[in-house]
């Protein structure tokens, strides 16, 4: 299944091309993402990701080879943009006495931008996608030449234009629905939905678009791709997948109602999360900083409280169901299939009436 036009329209993107279905795996990174997540999709005939940020380069090469033993199938490797100056030091400080005891020590670092190039560079994964900014046109023809496609996730026109001006292949476009981090270049911009979004993208660029925020059915899938996107990527309806890494509380708030909101208490960096004690007490005052922040809170994060814990999920999340990720994939397309064969007979309906 691919979306209407597609192999005519995207015949230079070769990833996008090939896939059976329609349907990427989000990487998620901070555990939910696993080589078995990334092999399960694969071998179902979409695209699997590999999440390589808040890892090491050794770690990020181990994960690609356990999926190379998984799956021949092709796959990604995400990685994160690192920020050009560390935040303010003052703002810093005054959030973690805020906090109080049990910390980690607040520092700046690039989360080894260099060391995971160089391992995406020597394992040349299908695609490699950035999140946080978009990477240089050196570093794309880089990537290119070894024959890994380049995907930046954007979260508004603009930066939509700016990775197709230095040679993406393609662009992630992330709503504000989505779960874990705003994909955004500069911290706090981009919160538009989804759907609004995609149309303005589609504005600036021909580039293949694949959409991200909220789509947790074969319904919203067909919605996209009715929009012009060659294929929808899907975060939170695999995290209750038996493959994926999601620690055991967080999984248990994934299927529920309980609501969303978008948070910088955490990481430094805009992300959606349930909302939880740790959100509501701290959210209005934590500052842009990250990764500083990140490692601040990062005992507070691995000690598994769940309502100290960030729980990132998107809008859609209580539609998350805890089946094998095979599945998942098969009921998105089975849905996909039934959303889209019932638009000529209600458009024919209504012209009826």
């Not at 703002?91 to 190039?117: E, I």
């Not at 998350?320 to 209600?346: F, G, I, Q, T, Y």
Request: charge should be neutral; charged fraction near 20%; include cysteine.
């Amino acid at each position: 299944m691919l979306a209407p036009g597609a192999a005519l329209r995207y015949t230079a993107n070769v990833v996008l091309d090939r896939l059976r279905v329609p349907i990427v795996q989000a990487p998620m990174a901070g555990g939910p993402s696993t080589p078995a997540l990334a092999a399960a999709v694969c071998e179902a005939g979409g695209f699997g990701m590999l999440a390589a940020g808040f890892k090491t380069a050794a770690a990020a090469r181990e994960d690609v080879e356990r999926l190379r033993a998984a799956t021949r199938a092709p796959f990604g490797v995400n990685v994160f943009v690192p920020p050009e100056a560390p935040a303010n030091p003052a703002a810093v400080a005054a959030y973690a006495r805020r906090l109080g005891d049990g910390l980690g020590k607040a520092r700046f670092d690039k989360d080894d931008y260099d060391g995971k190039l160089d391992v995406v560079l020597e394992t040349r994964p299908a695609v490699a996608s950035f999140t946080f900014g978009c990477p240089d046109a050196g570093t794309i023809d880089r990537l290119r030449h070894a024959g890994v496609e380049t995907w930046v996730t954007v979260t508004t026109a603009a930066e939509a234009a700016e990775a197709a001006a230095v040679g993406a292949a393609a662009l992630v476009v992330q709503g504000v629905e989505a779960g874990g981090h705003r994909g955004s270049f500069a911290e706090g911009e981009g919160d538009v939905g989804l759907l609004a979004l995609l149309q303005l993208v589609r504005a600036e660029t021909d580039l293949p678009l694949v959409a991200a925020g909220g789509i947790a059915t074969g319904a919203a899938v067909a919605a996209v791709l009715c929009l012009g996107a060659a294929a929808a990527q899907v975060g939170t309806a695999f995290m209750r997948c038996p493959e994926s890494g999601t620690a055991p509380p967080h999984r248990d708030a994934i299927g529920t109602r309980r609501p969303t909101a978008l948070t910088r208490a955490f990481t430094g960096r805009m992300a959606r999360g349930i909302v939880n004690d740790f959100m509501r007490e701290h959210s209005a005052h934590a500052p842009k900083a990250y990764p500083e922040i990140a490692h601040l809170t990062a005992p507070l994060r691995q000690a598994g409280d769940p309502e100290r814990a960030p729980l990132w999920a998107g809008q859609a999340h209580r539609l998350a169901l805890e089946l094998p990720a095979a599945e998942v994939v098969a009921r998105l397309v089975r849905e996909c299939d039934s959303a889209l064969a019932a638009l000529p007979s209600s458009v024919e309906r209504r012209a009826e009436q």
